[in-house]
Structures are given as C-alpha cells and as structure tokens.
C-alpha cells in the first residue's frame, strides 16, 4: 500500500510539475526577461539555475514560483545544470512538483484525509492543494511577495527564516480553522496566520531599483496566479490518484 501511495503521490507531482511549465512560459517568464533587461552587470544578484526547487521555493522574493529554480529566469549561458532556460525550468518543475506532491500526500495522511472514488475525492484534493496555495504561496506573499531579477532583497538567511515561519504557522492555523470543530482553536488560528505579518517580515536596507515598479507587481500577481494553478492540479491529482489506492484490508 506504501508503495502504490508514493507512486501515486509522484505520478501527480510529475504532471503538476511538467504542466507548470508551460503556464511560467504564458505569464511570468515574460516579466523575468523584461525584468533582466534593466538589471545592470553586477547589480542585484546572481541568477545561475543550480539552485534546486526547494532552494528556491523557500526564499520568497527571491523565488519565482513554485516549481521554479533560477534556471527559469537565469541567462541561458549560466545554466548551471547545461540544459539551457527551458531544460533546467522543466527539470526544476518536474523535481519540486514530486517533492510537493510527497509533501501533500503526507500531510492528508497525517491529517486523515480521504479521498473517496468520484467527485468527492477530486473535490477534497482540489481544496487540499487551495490550502497548500495559502500556506506555502498566498500567506508569506502579503508581506513578503515574489520578486523579479534586479529587485531589492533582505537577507537571504533572514527571508527563509521567517518564509519557514510563516508557512508553519499558516499551516498550523489552517488546520485549526478548517479542521477542528472549537471555535477558541478556530480563532487561535487566526492569529497564528496573522502573528508573522505582525512581527513583520525582512526589509532590505536599500530599497532602489532599476526595474520599473509597474513589472514587479505584475509578476508578484502572475506568480500567485500560475502557483495557484500549480497547486490546484496538484491537489486535484492527488485526490484522484490516492483516491484509486486501495485501502489496506484488516487482518
């Protein structure tokens, strides 16, 4: 049962990964080229792709997407990995889609989330992965928003501190609104998600740049929207493919 599980859990991280893609090549990749176009020879920071998914994810401001290692905005001739801008996206894409997917499908273990066979188990997955989108994606955004090559940045070890915080305490206080009943931990989990803002996140000493501001809030709002597709799929895959898992028979 373990086994069909993980490969269950892969299969749709794969396709959620590998249909990622695409959607960074309509909206943010884009954005990322524009934004390179005004990024001066030393300025901001480097853009090799040798970053791995996680990496990347965990640094808000810094990431792109989820899925996205730098290859997807790095300059073809620095891909680290040899495979060019697309090669290293898609292998980026196709490694943080699995990871996600393992991660999502431990957590409806843990949390006793099943999905039954239809409409429902489809329906449950879609709502685990809008979830997933809020903790990992929407959350850390309100104060911390995905930012374009040549964009100020804080601290890179203060930014995954705090982006590790909050995604925690978002999960914590999703669970707390969504799947238990008591209204005191309901209300405790509001203020778990709202506590990071409040303390408030990373601010880069110098907040100059060269990028147009009209792009980097076009790309933090196409970078919700096609992780929002991400994780959708995601979840929606998942909830079908845990769904045709049997579950173990008694003894």
Not at 10 to 39: C, D, S
Not at 51 to 73: F, I, L, N, Q, V
Not at 118 to 136: D, I, K, N, Q
Request: with cysteine.
């Amino acid at each position: 049962m373990i086994v069909r599980l993980l490969l269950a859990a892969l299969a749709a991280g794969l396709i959620a990964g590998m249909a990622m893609t695409p959607a960074q090549y309509v909206k943010t990749i884009p954005l990322i080229m524009q934004a390179e176009a005004y990024e001066g020879s030393g300025a901001g920071h480097s853009h090799g792709a040798g970053e791995t998914a996680a990496a990347a994810a965990a640094t808000p401001g810094h990431s792109h997407d989820a899925g996205d290692a730098h290859g997807a905005h790095g300059h073809d001739d620095e891909s680290m990995l040899g495979f060019g801008r697309l090669g290293d996206t898609v292998l980026a894409n196709l490694v943080a889609g699995a990871g996600f997917s393992l991660m999502l499908a431990a957590v409806a273990l843990l949390t006793g989330i099943h999905f039954p066979v239809g409409r429902e188990g489809l329906t449950r997955g879609v709502l685990l992965g809008a979830a997933a989108w809020f903790c990992v994606q929407l959350a850390p955004a309100m104060s911390l928003p995905p930012a374009v090559p040549g964009f100020p940045y804080a601290d890179l070890g203060n930014r995954q501190i705090w982006w590790v915080v909050a995604v925690l305490m978002s999960g914590i206080g999703v669970w707390c609104i969504a799947l238990r009943p008591e209204w005191p931990l309901k209300v405790l989990g509001l203020v778990v998600i709202v506590a990071p803002h409040l303390w408030g996140s990373p601010v880069p000493e110098d907040l100059s740049s060269e990028v147009p501001a009209y792009i980097a809030s076009a790309y933090a709002a196409a970078s919700l929207a096609t992780t929002l597709f991400f994780w959708l799929l995601l979840g929606g895959l998942i909830g079908h493919f845990l769904s045709r898992v049997p579950e173990e028979a008694p003894a």
